[in-house]
């Protein structure tokens, strides 16, 4: 009987916490078939800043990951860059 409680117990905590560690992991999402709100940025090599209307008119990927010299995130930023001329044919920017 104890069991039972327990685990009830435990799925009853992990659905009242699930909608708040959404909400810890970003927030709302982005509203569907809606323009991304417009940014301006510093550059990763100082040379400025870069806006979401500079590429008006193009696809943009957005490409950011949490930490350098890892392999999923290295192998990730590895394939855009070799895929960048199959991007760049669909008239689509990568900035990351």
Do not use: H
């Not at 069991?3 to 982005?30: D, H, K, M, N, R």
């Not at 510093?42 to 008119?57: E, H, K, Q």
Request: with cysteine; proline share 9%.
């Amino acid at each position: 009987m104890m069991a039972i409680a327990l685990s009830f117990s435990l799925v009853l905590c992990t659905l009242i916490a699930a909608p708040t560690a959404s909400w810890a992991l970003g927030g709302p999402q982005p509203p569907l078939q809606q323009p991304a709100p417009e940014f301006t940025l510093p550059t990763n090599v100082g040379d400025g800043d870069i806006s979401l209307s500079d590429y008006r008119g193009q696809w943009v990927v957005v490409y950011f990951y949490p930490q350098d010299f890892t392999s999923g995130c290295t192998l990730e930023a590895r394939l855009f860059q070799k895929d960048l001329p199959q991007y760049q044919a669909r008239n689509a920017a990568i900035l990351g």
